[in-house]
């Protein structure tokens, strides 16, 4: 029965060494990258927004990759009234380099943008893998401040928020994927300025699995648990 126990230490001291010394160097903190700005900005009518006005600005790489005094401009010269919805405005080109076979967390957009005159509300903010292909969730809620909001950018996401979508490593690193926004006028003659974007990702990298990397976590579980049974043999006697 004595002996019986004593190989019962030895598995249980085994198993939690394993757990306690292997497991955690087999796994790694979560990684961010960013936050991004585009290459690229485009104004675009597709559905979901009516194309009732027109972006100017736009272009590579855009007056929306940078907290500068270069905007994008919606209103004024086309009479931008209440209910008329603009067209997408879409970014990409983040330049993103995420480990292929990453676990992706969240994404955090921050948008900076008011509306100069009159006023206007959110109508579409949401994620693409390439222009005209959106995914996920459409985050548009509330209405755009209505003065410079200087530094203080709009928050959509989080780090641990996905937007109810699918997207790998590989599609966040292509120039195709991006965001898309665009607005619905709340008054007659109204003006927006839309100043920059800027995206970050949250992600868990790949595990390594390289031979070298597995021989690493055997060698060190087998030093512990030899230290183990040393300490349970030093402690019967």
């Known amino acids: 029965m004595a002996l019986h126990y004593i190989r019962f230490q ?27 700005n585009p290459g690229l900005s485009a104004g675009l009518g597709v559905t979901g927004c009516t194309n009732s006005a027109n972006w100017s600005g736009t ?10 005094t270069n905007y994008i401009h ?67 809620t509330g209405a755009v401040p209505t003065s410079d909001p200087g530094t203080t950018y709009t928050t959509w996401g989080s780090s641990s928020d996905v937007w109810g979508t699918t997207l790998t490593a590989d599609d966040i690193n292509a120039s195709t994927f991006g ?13 927006l300025d839309f100043d920059h974007v800027r995206i970050t990702v949250t992600y868990d ?20 648990l030899f230290s183990g049974k040393l300490i349970l043999h030093q402690a019967q006697h």
């Open 74 to 140: 919606e209103g004024s010269a086309t009479n931008w009234d209440n209910n008329e919805t603009t067209d997408e405005l879409r970014f990409s080109n983040f330049g993103f380099s995420i480990p292929s076979g990453s676990q992706i967390l969240g994404f955090t957009v921050e948008t900076l943008m008011w509306a100069s005159a009159g006023s206007a509300n959110y109508t579409k903010v949401q994620l693409f893998s390439a222009p005209g292909t959106n995914v996920g969730n459409n985050k548009a």
């Open 179 to 191: 965001f898309v926004i665009c607005f619905t006028a709340s008054a007659n003659n109204s003006q």
């Open 10 to 36: 030895q598995l249980f001291c085994a198993l939690f060494i394993f757990s306690e010394v292997c497991m955690p160097m087999a796994t790694f903190a979560s990684s961010t990258t960013g936050p991004n």
């Open 59 to 68: 272009g590579t790489p855009g007056n929306g990759s940078a907290n500068d």
């Open 205 to 224: 990298p790949p595990v390594d699995t390289t031979p070298s990397r597995l021989m690493h976590l055997f060698a060190g579980f087998i030093i512990k």
